[in-house]
């Protein structure tokens, strides 16, 4: 699955390997951008958990299921 999840603030990088090798970005508005692939839908719950834990603001989250590739070549 892949995801895009917005928190409020910025949050610096070295916490990438922590939020499971998701790519972190600042962004000028003043939010984070967390994004990449999460194995199931277990990780992103560990993902949101430790942003609560934190007490980061969830401003936004987008997950798309995606096949492994494999399974998209087959007819």
Excluded: Y
Excluded at 49 to 65: H, V
Aim: hydrophobic share 40%; with cysteine.
């Amino acid at each position: 699955m892949n995801c895009h999840i917005r928190i409020k603030g910025h949050l610096d990088p070295s916490w990438q390997e922590w939020f499971e090798g998701l790519e972190i970005v600042q962004e000028q508005e003043g939010t984070t951008l967390f994004s990449g692939p999460l194995a199931d839908q277990a990780a992103l719950h560990g993902i949101l958990t430790k942003i609560r834990g934190l007490g980061l603001s969830l401003l936004s989250l987008e997950a798309n299921e995606t096949l492994p590739l494999e399974e998209a070549d087959e007819p």
